[in-house]
């Protein structure tokens, strides 16, 4: 327990010197880097995914993935939209409508995994084509616009502490989404859903034989992620005023790619919410701080993929020497 506590601290610290490093070499490379307007770009744009990767921590601790949180954000924000919109709902109903919508997709993918015995990647396979479908047919395979629902657009793109301090214009999306990291902290760590999470990626098979219901467990942390998604859905739509259905596809990827780099090991058992906002973090930095120094975006990909192979084979070699 110790050399895993040890490994997981070191794997922090390795993840914040790399940030470190990454925002001085392009803060030396461009002076356009290190503005304030530019860092509020970066933590805005990693909101949405920033709270995908924290959903998608808690079922990769346990040793199994979601492919399905892009579509299943999207779903969110379509549920999100038709709320408000079509049905005329308040503002705080469509929210709640579609963060409901997410957990009870997550609550799909987990009793698949956990009763019907589905690997997950299959499972939340068919759930990401499932949510993808249903978006196109709740939708009419049009964008669903927020504009009779003026006050939604706040939920993101809004400031709340620049209501509270004049001059601090950080829109309320980043606000979101360190408060749920906050969130995501403590139940990983305080509860009880936290032990079994990382009791169910360590030893599921001893778990089991603890008397611990597995099923059960298992299907709760699928639902939690899905919550996750369904507030990434919510904050997505707020910030383009519109819940597009083609949006969505290749936001897991990113997601995933964000706690692999922060240290959450594939294989279970290992990760830490504070490593994945560092992950997020560093994709956004990665990926704002070549932007700026010009260069082109499909080798923007390039760089980040050879990222995510460092990251994984890290986790490799860390659990050889544990």
Not at 38 to 60: D, E, K, P, Y
Not at 63 to 91: A, N
Not at 224 to 252: D, H, I, K, Q
């Amino acid at each position: 327990m110790n050399i895993q506590i040890k490994s997981g601290a070191l794997q922090q610290v390795l993840a914040l010197a790399s940030l470190v490093v990454l925002i001085v070499f392009f803060t030396i490379s461009s002076s356009n880097f290190f503005q304030f307007s530019n860092i509020v770009g970066i933590l805005l744009s990693t909101a949405v995914i920033g709270v995908l990767a924290l959903g998608s921590t808690f079922v990769i601790i346990t040793g199994g993935i979601d492919l399905s949180v892009g579509t299943v954000m999207t779903l969110s924000g379509v549920m999100t939209g038709v709320c408000i919109t079509f049905w005329g709902l308040p503002v705080p109903v469509g929210i709640l409508g579609g963060i409901l919508t997410g957990a009870l997709c997550g609550l799909l993918s987990g009793t698949a995994v956990a009763k019907m015995k589905i690997p997950p990647f299959i499972a939340t396979l068919a759930m990401m084509m499932i949510a993808k479908g249903l978006a196109l047919i709740i939708s009419g395979a049009k964008p669903v616009y927020f504009n009779d629902a003026e006050s939604f657009a706040e939920v993101s793109q809004g400031s709340v502490l620049g209501w509270l301090i004049p001059g601090l214009d950080i829109p309320n999306a980043v606000v979101i989404f360190f408060v749920a990291a906050i969130v995501g902290y403590l139940i990983l760590s305080k509860t009880i859903i936290g032990r079994y999470n990382f009791a169910l990626g360590s030893n599921e098979e001893a778990t089991r034989l603890s008397g611990v219901n597995v099923s059960f467990w298992k299907i709760v942390i699928y639902t939690l992620t899905g919550a996750f998604t369904g507030l990434a859905g919510v904050m997505m739509a707020s910030r383009l005023n519109s819940a597009n259905p083609a949006l969505g596809a290749g936001y897991e990827l990113e997601a995933i790619a964000a706690v692999v780099i922060g240290g959450t090991s594939l294989s279970g058992g290992k990760g830490t919410i504070i490593g994945t906002v560092i992950g997020a973090l560093i994709m956004s930095v990665l990926t704002n701080g070549l932007r700026i120094l010009s260069v082109p975006q499909e080798w923007q990909t390039v760089v980040v993929g050879f990222v995510i192979i460092l990251a994984v084979y890290a986790d490799i070699l860390r659990r050889r020497k544990a």
